[in-house]
C-alpha cells in the first residue's frame, strides 16, 4: 500500500494562491493516476483534478483556469496550484493513487487531508 505526505494548505484571502504538495511511498510498483480531491462541510468528497500517467488530465469546472495539477514522477509526488481562490474554494483537499504495489495487487489510497480556508 501506498502512505501520502500531504503538505501546503492554510488560510489565504480571496484572490490568493496557495500550493499543494503530495508525495507518496510504500510498496509501490507504478502509479496509474494521481489527484486532488476535495471535501466541504456537509457536501460529498468532489473530484478537483486528476492526471492519468499517459493521459488526459480532468479538472472540475469550478476550478478550470485557475487551479493546476503537476506531478514528479520520479517522487512520486502530485501537486496542485490554486490561484484566485475563492470562498467556495474552502474545503479539506485529499490527494489520491493509484496502481500496482510490489506485489502486484492493485491499490488505491488516500492521504490524510490538508485543510485549504479562502476567506473573502
Known amino acids: 500500500q501506498a502512505q501520502f505526505v500531504e503538505s501546503g494548505g492554510g488560510l489565504v484571502q480571496a484572490g490568493g494562491s496557495l500550493r499543494l504538495s503530495c508525495a507518496a511511498s510504500?510498496?509501490?510498483?507504478?502509479?496509474?493516476?494521481m489527484g486532488w480531491y476535495r471535501q466541504a462541510p456537509g457536501k460529498q468528497r468532489e473530484l478537483v483534478a486528476i492526471?492519468?500517467?499517459?493521459?488526459?488530465?480532468k479538472y472540475a469546472d469550478s476550478v478550470k483556469g485557475r487551479f493546476t495539477i503537476s506531478r514528479d514522477n520520479a517522487k512520486n509526488t502530485v501537486y496542485l496550484q490554486m490561484n484566485s481562490l475563492k470562498p467556495e474554494d474552502t474545503a479539506v483537499y485529499y490527494c489520491?493513487?493509484?496502481?500496482?504495489?510490489?506485489?502486484?495487487?492493485?491499490?488505491?489510497?488516500w492521504g490524510q487531508g490538508t485543510q485549504v480556508a479562502v476567506s473573502s
Open positions: 489520491n493513487a493509484e496502481g500496482a504495489t510490489t506485489s502486484l495487487s492493485w491499490f488505491s489510497s
Open positions: 492526471m492519468p500517467t499517459g493521459g488526459s488530465t
Open positions: 510504500g510498496s509501490i510498483f507504478s502509479i496509474n493516476a
